[in-house]
């Protein structure tokens, strides 16, 4: 059947081209939305395309590093290093899932998703000059697939071929067609064959690699401080989607051991922009001279951007949170309510959803549509999700949870605990509950133990431990905790990255941190999976997915705040507008030398 004549004038005005019955051309990628860029666009509307360039900034860093390779399996890489790739094409901050050309700069891709080719920009070249060939392309993706992160090769197992058509044109074909896959395969960073080919990809490494971005490093002090410098023959520096972008000349990181340090580092002027996510340091510690006489400015920016899900983590491979039970009756010794008052100075919001601030956190009781989506798996479902609201425990605020606390017992008593003693005991095995709580920071800390006092209350011992931030990553990555403070990322859309972190075939990835292995909940993500150019699907499998999530309890939910607390020394000027999905720090923002030349003799002007 032919096509037609409104379909082609339709496609023709959004960019994408019919390079016969089956297959599209196209200059961008979207997942499921009309891309908000057209043809000819010259740059993001959130940039100034004429902000100078030039000066540098300093910002901090929490920890340590001994690597420059972010994709190695193993060690700390640099602050900065993942600024040394470019990928096929880049998203826009203010839209979900739409992609625009950068090392590609057209690709076509078959009706049924079986197979894609990117065609490359002719100019494209690595940080040495040496043109990026499509023969590079395929050297990345089989480097990521024999010596990359296990998850690499889990999630592209689909891909059946890469090959170079030319020296331009790459295809990639799959076993099966998948418009999310293709999608993803957009985003791939590609690397210098002729510098990676004689180096194991898999290993830390300090020497600084060859790039194919606008960035290198440029000096580094091992494990005290890293600087990145923008390169002035990047090959793409004014193309549409770098064009207002990346206006600093250098950007330095310095790295601190303590947060306390951290912030009266930055109030003297070590570093230049800070974002606070410690209500109590917020409230009581941006004050001062500098805050009175305007060099540093204390900024609150609201936003609608969907929000991680902060959380305590249950590790329920252990024994004692195996039972659904015990982890839902753990849930009401966090008084949320008491600490947002004495803690946060009631600037908090408690998290309830996995898509907090999007369409598709549950609320209220499940819809037709939602009972439909789960009706395959509803005996492996708690029987709650069709009746009740999910919503955490809510107390008075008083410190007073005496009726939580009531309400805790009497779940644990159903799965075989009682007060012996004075001791939380397993009635049939004699054990006491006892577990470990492990952290990287002393602000958690402080939060952690009203949570540790509460629980003493039931007869439970938490034991409270802090770790460096190497420990606490390598024992996160070999599951050695019983429970950490953690969270999942931030959740716009139902995407196909839920299969790494819930579907029990992705036990072993690191980002599976609560160890779930549920059939209800790999039924729901397969079908997200399956359904991502559905919008409609995605609504619903997307909601009843938060409904199973919340009833199993795998984390016992924190706070969010919807705006960002942001301070910065006042030597920087920003576009009007603001990206939807991001602050635009350090990707837009400028240095401006008027500010600058009003700052006290002192601030480090760089």
Not at 33 to 61: E, Q, W
Not at 156 to 178: C, E, I, M, P, S
Not at 506 to 515: E, I, K, Q, R, V
Request: neutral net charge; aromatic residues 14%; proline residues 5%.
């Amino acid at each position: 059947m032919k096509t037609p004549l409104l379909v082609i004038i339709l496609l023709s005005m959004a960019c994408i081209c019919l390079a016969d019955e089956r297959s599209i051309i196209s200059t961008h990628f979207s997942l499921r939305d009309t891309p908000k860029y057209g043809p000819g666009f010259t740059h993001f509307d959130y940039v100034n395309p004429d902000a100078p360039r030039g000066g540098s900034v300093t910002l901090s860093a929490t920890g340590t590093f001994d690597s420059f390779n972010r994709y190695a399996q193993r060690g700390d890489a640099a602050q900065g290093s993942d600024q040394l790739y470019d990928t096929l094409m880049t998203p826009s901050d203010d839209e979900i899932d739409v992609l625009y050309p950068l090392i590609a700069e057209k690709i076509e891709y078959a009706r049924d998703f079986t197979w894609i080719i990117f065609t490359l920009n002719p100019n494209a070249a690595f940080q040495d000059g040496k043109p990026i060939t499509a023969h590079d392309v395929v050297f990345t993706f089989n480097t990521f697939m024999t010596q990359g992160v296990p998850q690499f090769k889990s999630y592209y197992k689909n891909v059946d071929t890469v090959t170079a058509l030319d020296a331009h044109r790459v295809k990639f074909t799959l076993k099966q067609g998948r418009m999310d896959l293709l999608h993803s395969l957009a985003g791939l960073a590609v690397l210098p064959e002729h510098y990676w080919a004689t180096r194991n990809f898999s290993e830390p490494t300090t020497e600084v690699p060859l790039g194919s971005s606008g960035f290198t490093i440029d000096s580094f002090k091992m494990g005290q401080y890293v600087v990145i410098k923008r390169l002035n023959n990047y090959w793409a520096k004014d193309l549409p989607v770098n064009k207002g972008r990346h206006n600093f000349d250098f950007i330095r990181y310095d790295y601190y051991k303590d947060e306390v340090v951290t912030l009266e580092a930055f109030k003297a002027g070590e570093f230049d922009f800070r974002s606070e996510n410690v209500a109590t340091q917020w409230a009581t510690q941006y004050k001062g001279d500098n805050f009175d006489n305007q060099y540093i400015i204390k900024e609150e920016i609201p936003h609608e951007i969907p929000q991680a899900m902060q959380a305590l983590i249950f590790n329920t491979r252990k024994a004692v949170f195996k039972d659904v039970r015990v982890r839902e009756a753990l849930a009401y010794a966090m008084d949320f309510e008491w600490m947002n008052q004495h803690l946060f100075y009631n600037q908090y919001t408690r998290t309830r959803s996995f898509f907090q601030n999007t369409e598709y956190e549950a609320k209220g009781l499940p819809s037709q549509e939602e009972i439909t989506c789960l009706a395959p798996v509803k005996d492996s479902i708690p029987p709650r999700v069709y009746t009740r609201e999910y919503q955490p425990p809510v107390t008075d605020g008083s410190g007073n949870i005496r009726p939580q606390m009531r309400t805790a017992l009497a779940i644990l008593k159903t799965a075989g605990w009682d007060i012996v003693n004075r001791k939380m005991t397993h009635l049939e095995t004699g054990t006491p509950m006892v577990f470990e709580l492990l952290l990287y920071s002393p602000t958690m800390e402080r939060i952690a133990i009203p949570f540790q006092d509460n629980l003493k209350k039931l007869g439970i011992i938490l034991n409270i431990r802090r770790v460096d931030t190497t420990q606490f990553v390598n024992r996160m990555r070999e599951r050695d905790f019983d429970m950490i403070t953690g969270g999942y990322a931030a959740n716009p859309f139902p995407s196909t990255n839920l299969k790494i972190v819930w579907h029990s075939g992705y036990l072993d990835s690191t980002y599976n941190t609560a160890g779930v292995s549920d059939p209800a909940i790999d039924f729901l993500v397969e079908k997200i999976d399956q359904n991502q150019t559905n919008k409609t699907a995605l609504l619903y499998y997307g909601r009843a997915l938060d409904r199973v999530l919340q009833y199993n309890f795998f984390v016992i939910p924190q706070w969010h705040l919807s705006k960002f607390r942001v301070a910065y020394w006042n030597r920087f000027s920003r576009p009007a507008i603001r990206p939807k999905y991001a602050i635009g720090f350090l990707d837009t923002w400028w240095i401006d030398t008027k500010k600058q030349g009003a700052l006290p003799h002192g601030n480090i002007t760089r």
